[in-house]
């Protein structure tokens, strides 16, 4: 069955890198666009960041444009998220989730996430 | 940017009655819209696509309808396993942004 499982999180200090990685199984992650959605202690969703099934664009929230890069290695069945200049807002559940329809357009497969905690 | 505004913010209702939870984008949307349930621990999961799309082995007590600016999730007669945070979520055509609401709450009266 399909599977995604985030793992990466922890507790960092502001200002500091952190690297999630999601390892997919039970599908072709080639053949699929790829998302992070995160969500703060609390609160709603918001999506992050997306990737098209080739790698070939990548979208981003404006909260995180330069600072976060998506890339995929669909060798490894694995997507990542280097998450750079971290702030205390970015402390949230950060789940993958497989794309689908037009411009990857819904999330129909979620990880169960994995947390990150920016604090000094 | 488009914005989802979903109410009401909190919804109490009884096993075995009906639910409609709507969710209003700040500008027509001419693209891709869908719901997702959301319960406490637990990764969200896709209920309804391109508004009105049940995705694979959601239940058909649950639809959804609506074009332009309303969209409608409608629970025909709930379920206890029904009580949990929905989400109404779209995806504009280019570029891609992809935005959720704030969530209803669908609690147990």
């Known amino acids: 069955q399909v599977q995604l499982v985030e793992s990466g999180g922890g507790v960092v200090q502001p200002g500091r890198s952190l690297r999630l990685s999601c390892v997919t199984s039970g599908f072709t992650l080639s053949t699929n666009g790829m998302h992070w959605v995160r969500q703060a202690p609390g609160k709603g969703l918001e999506w992050v960041a997306v990737i098209w099934f080739d790698g070939s664009r990548q979208y981003f929230t404006d909260s995180v444009k330069g600072r976060f890069t998506i890339s995929r290695d669909n060798s490894k069945n694995t997507l990542y998220l280097d998450m750079n200049s971290l702030r205390a807002e970015d402390t949230a559940m950060y789940y993958c989730?497989?794309?689908?329809?037009?411009?990857?357009?819904?999330?129909?497969?979620w990880g169960q996430g994995t947390v990150v905690s920016v604090s000094s | 940017e488009i914005v989802l505004t979903q109410s009401p913010a909190t919804l109490s209702l009884s096993p075995g009655e009906r639910a409609t939870l709507s969710c209003r984008a700040s500008?027509?949307?001419?693209?891709?819209f869908a719901w997702y349930q959301q319960k406490p621990g637990q990764a969200p999961r896709l209920l309804i696509y391109d508004a009105s799309n049940r995705a694979t082995g959601i239940p058909a007590r649950f639809s959804g309808s609506g074009s332009g600016t309303d969209f409608t999730l409608t629970i025909s007669s709930l379920e206890p396993e029904d009580f949990a945070i929905y989400y109404c979520?779209?995806?504009?055509?280019?570029?891609?942004?992809?935005?959720f609401g704030q969530g209803t709450k669908l609690e147990i009266k």
């Open positions: 500008q027509s949307v001419t693209s891709y």
């Open positions: 989730g497989r794309g689908s329809g037009a411009n990857h357009a819904y999330v129909d497969r």
């Open positions: 979520q779209l995806c504009s055509n280019w570029p891609p942004e992809y935005t």
